[in-house]
C-alpha cells in the first residue's frame, strides 16, 4: 500500500535528486565500428544528464523546481549554472567541488531516424550520497514531489526515496539507466510512481517488450513487486499507464518530424512532475507529458529542447484519445 499524501495545493514544490553533464553531441549516419574514423556531420555543446534534464523540463513546463547534484569547480559547471539559471531551477543544494569534474556525456545521433545512444560520465556527481540528501532535507520536507533517477550512486537514490518517504512526500523514479542486476523490491515499494522505458522495463522483468500489451505484463509485473503506478513510455507509440484504477495505452502526440530523440524521456518526466503537483490524476499528467516529449523531439539538444508551459498547453489541446486496454491493478 502506498501511503496518502498532503494535497498538491500544499506541497506543490518539486525537488530533483540527479546528475548533470555536458552532452557531447555527434550526428552521423552511424556509429563507426572499432578502429575506424568517421566523419561526422555536426557537433553541438549542450546541457545533459537526466536528472538536470528533468528539473530544467520541469521549470520550464511551470514547477518551482530545486535541484540537488554535485558539480565541478570548471567551465562545464559553468554551463550548468548558466542553464538552471535560465530555466529558472533552483540551485541552493548543488555543490560545487573544487578539484573534481563535472559530468559529460558523449551522445551519438543518427542523422537518418534521429535515435540515439549514449556513454554518461558522472563526474563530480558520481559521489552523490545519502549525505548531500540529508542536507536538502528541509526542501524535501516541504515539497509536493521528490524525483530521481540512476545515474548516481543507487545509495543516493535509496536515501531520497526513503527521506520523501519519510516525511510523506510523494515519490518518482525514472529507472534509468537500469541496472543490470535489476533493482530489490523494497525499494519499488518506495516508488509512488516509477516511469521506465520499454527497453528499462524489459530489463527490470525480464518481459519482452513489443506492443503496448507487452508493457501492459512488465508493469502488472512491477506493480506486483510494490511499485505504485507504473508508466511504461513507448517512444513514438506512446506511454502504457498501470495504476489500481485503470490500465491505458495514451497515444504519443503527433506533431513536425522527429530530429532528435534524445531528451524526449526527460521532457516527459519533467512535465508528468509538474501535472501532478498541480493535482492533475496519473491519466491527465501522461498526456500532458506526452504533449511535452512530442514537442522536443522536433528540437535538437536535450535541456534546449525542453518545451515551454504555453506550448505544452497549446499541444495538449491536440492530443489523441487514449485507449483502455484489458487489464489492471
Not at 552532452?23 to 549516419?29: E, N, V
Not at 549514449?118 to 540529508?134: E, R, T
Not at 530523440?261 to 512535465?271: C, E, I, P, V, Y
Not at 491519466?283 to 535541456?303: C, D, P
Request: proline share 6%; glycine share 12%.
Amino acid at each position: 500500500m502506498h501511503p496518502t499524501h498532503p494535497a498538491p495545493a500544499a506541497r506543490s514544490g518539486i525537488v530533483v535528486l540527479g546528475i548533470f553533464a555536458a552532452d557531447l553531441s555527434f550526428r552521423a549516419p552511424r556509429l563507426p565500428a572499432i578502429g575506424e574514423t568517421l566523419i561526422g556531420e555536426a557537433f553541438a555543446l549542450g546541457a545533459g544528464g537526466k536528472g538536470s534534464n528533468q528539473a530544467v523540463a520541469a521549470a520550464r513546463a511551470g514547477g518551482a523546481v530545486r535541484f540537488v547534484t554535485r558539480i565541478g569547480a570548471d567551465a562545464f559547471g559553468d554551463v550548468a549554472l548558466r542553464t538552471w539559471r535560465e530555466a529558472g531551477v533552483d540551485t541552493r543544494h548543488v555543490a560545487r567541488v573544487e578539484g573534481e569534474s563535472t559530468g559529460a556525456a558523449f551522445i551519438y545521433v543518427s542523422s537518418l531516424t534521429g535515435d540515439n545512444a549514449i556513454i554518461v560520465v558522472p563526474g563530480a556527481a558520481g559521489a552523490l550520497g545519502p549525505a548531500d540528501v540529508a542536507a536538502a532535507e528541509p526542501s524535501l520536507r516541504e515539497a509536493g514531489l521528490f524525483v530521481t533517477q540512476l545515474e548516481q550512486p543507487l545509495a543516493a537514490v535509496e536515501a531520497g526515496l526513503s527521506a520523501a518517504r519519510r516525511h510523506g512526500v510523494p515519490t518518482l523514479l525514472n529507472p534509468a539507466p537500469a541496472p543490470a542486476g535489476g533493482l530489490p523490491d523494497a525499494l519499488l515499494a518506495l516508488c509512488d510512481h516509477l516511469t521506465p522505458n520499454e527497453t528499462e522495463a524489459q530489463a527490470l522483468t525480464g518481459v519482452e517488450i513489443r506492443t503496448p500489451d507487452d508493457a501492459l505484463r512488465a508493469a502488472q509485473a512491477l506493480r506486483a513487486r510494490g511499485a505504485g503506478t507504473v508508466v511504461v513510455t513507448l517512444g513514438g507509440q506512446g506511454a502504457v499507464l498501470l495504476d489500481a484504477a485503470q490500465a491505458v495505452l495514451v497515444p504519443a502526440q503527433a506533431g513536425a518530424p522527429v530530429v532528435d530523440t534524445t531528451g524526449a524521456g526527460d521532457a516527459f518526466n519533467g512535465a508528468y512532475a509538474v501535472a501532478l503537483v498541480e493535482g492533475r490524476g496519473a491519466l491527465e499528467a501522461v498526456r500532458f507529458a506526452n504533449a511535452a516529449a512530442g514537442l522536443s523531439v522536433t528540437r535538437h539538444g536535450t535541456a534546449a529542447a525542453m518545451a515551454a508551459r504555453a506550448e505544452i498547453d497549446a499541444a495538449l489541446a491536440r492530443a489523441p484519445a487514449p485507449v483502455v486496454l484489458r487489464g489492471r491493478g
